[in-house]
């Protein structure tokens, strides 16, 4: 991994999606239908309640108990209850499918024994509970442009999310100012797309 991330504008939150892949794999997850700073937040609420990050203890915490722990304001979404469930199946999924180690969904070889491609990076991803192409195509990007994590075609499985110097998503935000401008993009592609509807 390299430098800190600035998502959230609080040091120790940041640092936790910094040095945490799960960490980081759960903000993105609540990255929908709520700002993306409190949704990159969620994290480390559930650190600071549960006493872990960790995949294993995630999924291992009584569902009623995580949801108790998921919608205590402030929550880590405005749908708590149902991302609560959704947070879990992703740890769920990281311990049975790379041994509760979120990284390996990057690290671990292809097919055919060497460094996984974008594509297939952006593959596993899209597998993941939770993670449609357009939420795993700006992981992936933000991978890449921020973590150092850059597979052969990563920018191409990223699609416009990729691109060097746009300001579409989260994996552009870098301070306040980037965060606006991601913001701005967003509140005009919105409005771009119900001005086309008929």
């Keep these: 991994m390299s430098t800190t991330l600035w998502i959230t504008g609080d040091a120790e939150t940041d640092r936790l999606l910094s040095d945490d892949a799960f960490a980081l794999l759960v903000g993105m997850l609540l990255d929908q239908q709520y700002p993306m700073e409190h949704a990159f937040a969620g994290p480390r609420k559930i650190l600071d309640r549960l006493g872990s990050i960790d995949p294993r203890t995630v999924a291992e915490t009584d569902p009623d108990e995580f949801v108790t722990l998921a919608t205590t304001p402030p929550a880590i979404h405005r749908y708590g209850r149902s991302m609560a469930g959704r947070v879990q199946a992703l740890a769920h999924a990281v311990v049975d499918d790379y041994d509760g180690d979120a990284s390996r969904i990057w690290t ?7 460094a996984p491609t974008g594509a297939e990076v952006l593959a596993r991803l899209k597998a993941l509970p939770g993670y449609g192409d357009r939420k795993a195509k700006i992981f992936l990007a933000l991978l890449g442009k921020q973590r150092g994590v850059r597979p052969d075609g990563w920018r191409e499985a990223a699609a416009e999310f990729g691109e060097e110097g746009s300001r579409r998503s989260i994996a552009d935000v870098t301070s306040a100012e980037t965060l606006a401008e991601v913001r701005a ?7 771009a797309a119900k001005a086309a509807k008929p």
């Excluded at 671990?108 to 060497?114: N, S």
């Design 185 to 191: 993009f967003k509140k005009a592609e919105k409005a």
């Design 108 to 114: 671990d070889p292809g097919p055919a024994g060497d």
